[in-house]
T-cell receptor, first 114, second 113 residues
């Protein structure tokens, strides 16, 4: 049972373009939605995160859009750069108690061509 | 403040041997999570520990796998009698109490031959 579905599996974008990665979740108890960036041979690094009380969060070139009724959220990378080429993972967790284990999507391999 | 430290970075074991993976959380972090990443897959939660306690091991295989986070020293993920299917990258993440933000280590890549 895959609780967080991510698409596309891979994405190729030209430099300066917009990269869009989508995720959908099933468990309505999820209330924290981070995005992680992972370079080859490295661990995932937190990029940006959102809680369901807002519909959008922007940090620099990265924006999360959140649609609670559709149980979907997406990552937009504006003015994509070759240095953004990495694997991106969406995730979700429940904030209750102290256990913030993450449920991850399968990842999107982003390639930004120069 | 050093990040989450995992060692070894790469580990090769023959089938039937034991694998021990170590994780030192960031300073001040008392919560440790272990995740496994298979090729072409996202990370899968394995276990959540606090000092001297296993809080959630719902993602751990029932046999051969164990984890600990002693009062002193790093957290250890132990895999006994490894099989080829255990080959994966194992990541540790830590967080301070009350925080949703998890910081990941660089992982241990286990290869079973």
């Amino acid at each position: 049972q895959q609780q967080v579905k991510q698409s596309p599996q891979s994405l190729i974008v030209q430099k300066g373009g917009i990269s869009i990665i989508n995720c959908a979740y099933e468990n309505t108890a999820f209330d924290y939605f981070p995005w992680y960036q992972q370079f080859p041979g490295k661990g995932p690094a937190l990029l940006i995160a959102i809680r369901p009380d807002v519909s959008e969060k922007k940090e620099g070139r990265f924006t999360i859009s959140f649609n609670k009724s559709a149980k979907q959220f997406s990552l937009h990378i504006m003015d994509s750069q070759p240095g953004d080429s990495a694997t991106y993972f969406c995730a979700a967790s429940i904030r209750g108690g102290s256990n913030y284990k993450l449920t991850f999507g399968k990842g999107t391999l982003l390639t930004v061509n120069p | 403040n050093a990040g989450v430290m995992q060692n070894p970075r790469h580990l090769v074991r023959r089938r039937g041997q034991e694998a021990r993976l170590r994780c030192s959380p960031m300073k001040g972090h008392s919560h440790v999570y272990w995740y496994r990443q298979l090729p072409e897959e996202g990370l899968k939660f394995m276990v959540y520990l606090q000092k001297e306690n296993i809080i959630d091991e719902s993602g751990m295989p029932k046999e051969r796998f164990s984890a600990e986070f002693p009062k002193e020293g790093p957290s250890i993920l132990r895999i006994q009698q490894v099989v080829r299917g255990d080959s994966a990258a194992y990541f540790c993440a830590s967080s301070p109490p009350g925080s949703t933000e998890a910081f990941f280590g660089q992982g241990t890549r286990l290869t079973v031959v």
